[in-house]
């Protein structure tokens, strides 16, 4: 790697103070084999919308699931880290919209000691994990897609670096149909005979 090539890895956030930069430093110009450079930060989380059924009548509260896949390798903060200085991961959704959301679950409200919660590791999220929400339509929606605007905050780091902090912008589009509209079910793997929670966050 040359000098010019090491001057584009500056979407990183260094761990270990100065002596480890050095380190860190001597480490990108040795040679390495191709893809090992750091992505960036867009390419490290994947985020896959998921509904329980494919319409919604007016007035319906309903869940919806945000499924995101994180690259092998990299981790992010979770929503509830204790340390200050580590960034968490964020789900944050436009107030005043015209659907209401009671209720966002991350993957550690769902913590029981002993028990082990899929892409949670201690403070962190690997591999997969599943933001879970309750939506509530107005009354009086029309029949047709929503679309709402979503946005996933997070810093995804290495066991050696972080990336700079990135917001993933997204949309959840929510199908709205005519009450008696025949629906199908969809993702059973993920929504389950799981109820609908009552409100509040």
Same mark, same amino acid.
């Given at each position: 790697?040359?000098?010019?090539?090491?001057?584009?890895?500056?979407?990183?956030?260094?761990?270990?103070?100065?002596?480890?930069?050095?380190?860190?430093?001597?480490?990108?110009l040795?040679?390495?084999?191709?893809?090992?450079?750091?992505?960036?930060?867009?390419e490290v989380?994947r985020?896959?919308?998921?509904?329980?059924?494919?319409?919604?009548?007016?007035?319906?509260?309903?869940?919806?699931?945000?499924?995101?896949?994180?690259m092998?390798?990299?981790?992010?903060?979770?929503?509830?880290?204790?340390?200050?200085?580590?960034?968490?991961?964020?789900?944050?959704?436009?107030?005043?919209?015209?659907?209401?959301?009671?209720?966002?679950?991350?993957?550690?409200?769902?913590?029981? #000691? +002993?028990? *082990? $919660?899929?892409? /949670?590791?201690? !403070?962190q999220y690997?591999?997969?994990? @599943?933001?879970?929400?309750?939506?509530?339509?107005?009354?009086?929606?029309?029949?047709?897609?929503?679309?709402?605007?979503?946005?996933?905050?997070?810093?995804?780091?290495?066991?050696?670096?972080?990336?700079?902090?990135?917001?993933?912008?997204?949309?959840?589009?929510?199908?709205?149909?005519? #009450? +008696?509209? *025949? $629906?199908k079910? /969809?993702?059973? !793997?993920?929504?389950?005979?799981?109820? @609908?929670?009552?409100?509040?966050?």
């Amino acid at each position: 790697m040359t000098i010019e090539e090491v001057t584009e890895l500056k979407p990183l956030i260094i761990r270990g103070g100065p002596v480890f930069a050095l380190v860190l430093l001597a480490v990108s110009l040795a040679p390495h084999p191709a893809g090992a450079q750091l992505a960036r930060p867009e390419e490290v989380v994947r985020i896959t919308p998921a509904l329980p059924k494919s319409g919604f009548t007016p007035g319906e509260t309903f869940q919806a699931a945000l499924i995101v896949d994180i690259m092998d390798g990299y981790h992010l903060n979770a929503h509830t880290v204790k340390d200050p200085n580590l960034l968490r991961t964020d789900l944050e959704i436009p107030t005043g919209g015209a659907v209401s959301w009671p209720f966002i679950r991350y993957p550690e409200d769902q913590a029981v #000691p +002993g028990v *082990e $919660v899929p892409g /949670l590791v201690g !403070e962190q999220y690997i591999g997969r994990i @599943v933001l879970r929400l309750v939506g509530r339509l107005p009354k009086e929606a029309v029949p047709g897609p929503l679309r709402v605007k979503m946005s996933l905050f997070f810093q995804a780091c290495t066991d050696l670096v972080c990336l700079v902090p990135y917001t993933n912008k997204f949309e959840l589009e929510i199908p709205v149909v005519a #009450p +008696g509209t *025949e $629906v199908k079910t /969809l993702h059973p !793997e993920i929504f389950g005979q799981e109820k @609908v929670p009552p409100g509040g966050r």
